[in-house]
């Protein structure tokens, strides 16, 4: 005689996860019957209509969500459905058994959770077996069982749990749950909610936990406010369906002593909306021989060129608004980070390159390139497209001839078996 019936909703892929469960939980009292979905229909039978007669009949629904970033919808259709078969208006309990790495289905948020942890399992399998707290039926399933059984039919269900499988980011990461009305932003919301890894919240200097975005970064957006443009930028351009060039601004990590760059790395959206994303801050990391101010000035000229020259040239004659935007927020961006490198000024020549005939080469190309910078304004201001275009080819021709100055002191520098 059955006393209470159990109906086990799963994935295809956690079928060895319900089988656990049904048995471990079915030695405690042969009054205690579990339906596993989609595993006891035999071939032939008409699926829907055992469906709905053993959710009608069933006294608890209990659902095993293994892993978050699978579809759910068929698991959380038979929840909806056990709940509108329920003769009893809602008095059949839902119970959600879920990974301890995650969180309820957001759907389910409302009901009972039970995390795969042993003591958290150990407490349900005792309130379900042992009392009628859940069962309300008039005796226990069987008061008779041991804390040791208990706990050995936990240990057996989390096992199952912990091998399901569950991505492992190898990187530092920030998971943001964006606010509701998102739609199409040229930054971040600075309210998007955050789950990031404890070393990623070591980047920043916060502890596990912090809230949301605006919390994780606000101490960074005064001291350096350019890769915070940046990833606004391209998460802008993600919103609106735009691929956007990939960032290249850098911060110091709050240590002070890593250097990371911020990615974009996915954007999810429900139809047009924009619902969450994952930044990834990438670690730069470079060799004792590499780097130091001669491959700054050689990585700024490889960016003018690019994101800006190699653009100019794929873009539509006569310039599109558009194109005018991007070509020159793209200019004023590398422009600002040039400023931080000084790579005009004497005292930086000096140190960099002793040869007089690179230093006067540059000179002169520095000169040249504040006229073109000039002629560049000008346009800009008299929204003259043509002027724009001839001032960025002929910035263009200068950095090319910068470019290989600098790449040549940089290779002097490096060493003959470079």
């Known amino acids: 005689m059955t006393d209470y019936s159990i109906f086990i909703s799963h994935k295809a892929e956690d079928k060895a996860t319900a089988i656990a469960v049904q048995t471990a939980l079915g030695e405690f009292s042969g009054g205690l019957r579990c339906f596993i979905s989609g595993d006891s229909i035999v071939e032939g039978e008409n699926w829907r209509q055992r469906l709905r007669r053993e959710l009608r009949e069933s006294d608890l629904l209990l659902l095993l969500f293994t892993e978050p970033t699978r579809a759910w919808d068929w698991c959380l259709y038979e929840v909806g459905l056990f709940l509108s078969l329920d003769d009893n208006n809602g008095g059949k309990p839902v119970v959600c058994m879920y990974n301890p790495d995650g969180d309820l289905p957001s759907p389910l948020a409302t009901l009972q959770g039970v995390r795969a942890t042993e003591p958290d399992v150990s407490r ?96 960074f957006a005064v001291e350096n406010a350019r890769w915070l443009d940046e990833i606004g930028r391209v998460f802008g ?75 100019l ?45 690179m230093k006067d080469a540059i000179r002169n190309i520095g000169a040249a390139w504040d006229e073109g910078v000039a002629a560049l304004s000008t346009s800009r201001e008299t929204a003259d497209k043509a002027g724009i275009r001839t001032a960025l080819r002929g910035l263009d021709e200068l950095n090319d001839r910068y470019r290989a100055i600098v790449a040549r002191r940089y290779l002097e520098l490096l060493g003959p078996d470079v």
């Open 313 to 357: 040239e794929t873009a539509s004659d006569p310039l599109t608004d558009g194109e005018v935007t991007e070509l020159t927020e793209s200019f004023d961006l590398i422009r600002e980070e040039a400023k931080t490198q000084n790579v005009f000024e004497d005292e930086t020549l000096r140190t960099s390159f002793p040869d007089a005939d």
């Open 124 to 219: 349900f399998i005792a309130r379900l077996i042992r009392t009628t707290d859940i069962t309300g039926g008039d005796s226990p399933l069987n008061a008779n069982v041991t804390d040791e059984g208990i706990d050995r039919a936990a240990g057996v269900i989390c096992d199952h749990f912990m091998g399901t499988i569950h991505p492992y980011y190898a990187c530092y990461r920030a998971y943001l749950e964006l606010p509701a009305d998102v739609g199409e932003q040229p930054t971040i919301p600075s309210e998007s909610r955050i789950v990031g890894s404890e070393g990623t919240m070591r980047i920043f200097g916060r502890l596990e936990g912090t809230a949301t975005w605006g919390e994780l970064v606000q101490s």
């Open 237 to 311: 351009d993600a919103c609106a369906g735009r691929i956007s060039a990939p960032t290249t601004h850098t911060f110091r990590a709050h240590d002070g002593a890593r250097i990371f760059r911020p990615e974009l790395y996915r954007l999810d959206k429900k139809g047009n909306t924009p619902v969450a994303a994952v930044v990834m801050f990438t670690e730069e990391v470079a060799p004792s021989k590499v780097g130091g101010p001669v491959f700054n000035r050689l990585r700024i000229a490889e960016r003018y060129k690019t994101e800006v020259f190699d653009r």
